[in-house]
């Protein structure tokens, strides 16, 4: 076994290597960018090498500063996490010949894998079932469409390089094939540099099943069972579990056997997902095999016992894997969710910021949460936006569900927006519970997922209200504390008033809204008033945590203040709030202004000023955390002035465009 290993990632990954490393008694080295001096990964890490500046491409995805810094500190092995070079077969070239074990796969596996259209062929020649299609090498438009038109429609346009979802493209109708093949080519070539397309069979129903598959050097090869990964938003996964719900034993051992065949076909070696599109008739097709750990390979490690790190290092190692096919069982089951800063109600579209208060769920044997990031630190434009995944267990599926739900609830981030909201009414949609999963899950519960922010849950704003009443009770028993005359009513913060019930106004902003609320102090409560009703409030604040009772119903939550204004975690849910008369809102008209959603690079600007464009045109292209995120006409209209050019950095809320409507 090695005595030093370097991991060439950061985040939870990192720290997820690292925990395992250090179980076993092995060194572990970190690397880090200048944006991850005091990362978490960096303080697990027994020692760490800086890398370079920010960028990943600066950075983490530089192979050569990489094998420098293994070289320098005597490391024997890389493990790669996911992302940046874990698919990268130069480096994993390089690394050898540097005399470095790489804990992956061979060169030659993730090169087979590397187009979806070679790893297709090569599937097809070893008998693994595909999704009918065409995957050949002739690029014609026309040869295309025919291969479309010959399966009939929808058809799905993939990019062979493709990953995360670009360069994809479902068309429904032949006459929309020419637009949608050029749309999907210049994303693809914008994302990979290779525009290449293939063509398959769109499934209407079905789910993302993979297989979690071991090789080692002796030809011994096994399954770990499957993942359902069906819940995706924009073709990316968002809830996992396994195993799958309703698999029958004879679809999981084809399931299984046929993804070691696959693994077999390619001389694999190490930790692999071969994932499959499963029909609703049982059917299975080869989709693309990752060549990697996965995201979201905690979940096999919970209802297999095993852990999949120690597998890797052991098999890069030289030795046998740990277990055979007949010695594995599935156990219970898990779900992993993955905590993003984003905003699901816009689009997904992946947030920064500080996270100011950061409390994760107690870890215990039915829950693991595995993160990166610490309370104070910033989510930053550089990296993925991903904050922990949580993992639960327990003995069925439906017990698991539960703890997940409690788990939510009971995660809670200040200071940035996160999708935690999301995932908790995604969770508790019935039909989630009922197991009625497919890729479509969330588009086709919307309504219940993304629910009206139009109304405040009444107990929430009166809890929020009171937890500003005794703010404003505790900084005024402050300042007559140390007065002269402590007693005097004039320190009073109950509004108090000569021959009249004490009553105070208060101005609550609750994202964009603002709620009007009136509290009147009446012997040792409060009667709150607001459009949401009334409510009687009385309590006691400790620290963060708040003693209410709200009509006599009691109850302790926890709630917080930052610089983004104050933060209430209940039972219920999370409110995020600030007290008007303090917050410095800024409304300032900006109509006619488009305006940089976060901070990210120009990567496109598709107009000239002067230029006329109709509503929805797509003026300016950028690019922030990985994603590209379209700047489009609000209506038809004249571009009046572009602030920036390609290549321009740009601030979250910068102004891009001047834009006049027609009309105007
Ligand atoms: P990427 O590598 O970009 O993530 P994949 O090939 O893994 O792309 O596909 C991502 C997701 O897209 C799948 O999990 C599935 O939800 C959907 N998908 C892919 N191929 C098909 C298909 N032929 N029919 C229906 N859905 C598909």
Excluded at 522 to 551: F, M, P, V
Excluded at 641 to 654: K, S
């Amino acid at each position: 076994m090695f005595e030093k290993i370097l991991i060439a990632n950061r985040g939870e990954i990192a720290c997820r290597v690292i925990r395992t490393a250090r179980r076993l008694g092995i060194h572990s080295v970190a690397v880090y960018s200048e944006a991850d001096r005091h990362a978490l990964h960096v303080t697990m890490a027994d020692e760490a090498v800086p890398i370079g500046p920010a960028p990943a491409r600066d950075s983490y995805l530089c192979a050569d500063k990489i094998i420098a810094a293994a070289q320098r500190t005597g490391a024997q092995a890389i493990h790669p996490g996911y992302g940046f070079l874990s698919e990268n077969a130069a480096f994993a070239t390089a690394c050898a010949e540097a005399g470095i074990t790489f804990i992956g796969p061979p060169p030659q596996a993730i090169a087979a894998m590397g187009s979806k259209s070679a790893a297709k062929r090569l599937m097809e020649a070893a008998g693994v079932p595909l999704v009918p299609g065409y995957h050949g090498e002739d690029q014609d438009e026309a040869r295309l469409k025919q291969a479309a038109d010959a399966m009939g429609y929808p058809v799905l346009l993939k990019a062979t390089a493709g990953g995360g979802g670009k360069g994809m493209r479902v068309v429904t109708d032949a006459a929309e094939f020419g637009e949608a093949l050029a749309a999907a080519r210049r994303e693809a070539q914008s994302s990979f540099g290779n525009d290449a397309m293939l063509v398959e069979k769109y499934l209407t129903r079905p789910r993302h099943v993979e297989i979690q598959v071991f090789c080692d050097g002796h030809d011994n090869a096994v399954y770990l069972f499957e993942r359902d990964c069906s819940l995706q938003r924009r073709h990316q996964k968002v809830i996992e579990e396994a195993p799958a719900p309703g698999l029958s034993p004879v679809v999981r051992a084809q399931m299984g056997e046929a993804a070691v065949t696959a693994a077999r076909a390619i001389g694999y070696r190490g930790a692999g997902t071969v994932e499959f599109l499963l029909d609703t008739d049982d059917s299975f097709y080869f989709m693309e095999m990752n060549t990697r750990l996965q995201v979201e390979h905690p979940v096999t490690e919970m209802i297999t016992g095993q852990d999949l790190v120690e597998w890797q290092l052991r098999v890069a190692a030289g030795e046998p894997l740990p277990l055979a096919q007949d010695q594995l069982e599935i156990h219970g089951h898990a779900f992993e969710a993955r905590i993003y800063a984003e905003d699901a109600d816009q689009d997904f579209l992946p947030a920064t910021g500080t996270l100011a208060f950061l409390q994760p769920p107690e870890e215990s044997a039915h829950v693991r949460v595995d993160t990166g990031v610490l309370q104070g630190d910033s989510i930053s434009v550089h990296y993925d936006p991903m904050i922990a995944k949580l993992i639960v267990w327990d003995e069925d599926r439906d017990r698991a569900l539960t703890r997940l739900a409690r788990a939510l609830r009971d995660y809670r981030i200040a200071g940035t927006t996160t999708n935690v909201e999301f995932l908790y009414n995604l969770i508790s949609v019935p039909a989630f519970r009922a197991a009625d999963l497919d890729t479509g899950f969330i588009e086709r519960h919307r309504e219940q997922i993304f629910r009206s922010r139009d109304s405040e849950d009444p107990a929430l704003v009166a809890l929020a209200v009171l937890y500003l009443l005794l703010r404003r009770e505790l900084a005024a028993g402050d300042i007559a504390a140390t007065s002269l005359d402590p007693w005097s009513p004039w320190h009073s913060a109950r509004g108090w008033r000569c021959n009249e019930p004490g009553r105070q106004e208060l101005r609550l902003m609750i994202g964009a809204r603002e709620l009007c609320v009136a509290a009147t102090a009446a012997g040792d409560h409060y009667l709150i008033e607001s459009e949401l009703g009334q409510t009687q409030a009385s309590g006691g604040l400790d620290g963060e945590c708040l003693h209410a009772s709200l009509d006599g119903h009691r109850q302790a939550v926890t709630v917080t203040s930052h610089d983004g204004g104050h933060s209430l975690f209940t039972r219920d849910g999370a409110l995020h709030f600030q007290d008007a008369a303090a917050a410095a809102v800024d409304e300032e008209e900006t109509e006619g202004a488009l305006t940089a959603p976060m901070n990210g690079t120009v990567i496109a600007v598709r107009v000239a000023p002067g230029a006329t464009a109709a509503k929805g045109d797509v003026l300016l292209v950028l690019e922030a955390m990985k994603m590209e995120h379209s700047i489009r006409a609000p209506a038809d209209g004249v571009v009046a002035e572009l602030f920036y050019a390609e290549g321009d950095l740009v601030d979250g809320g910068a102004e891009l465009v001047r834009f006049e409507p027609a009309g105007d």
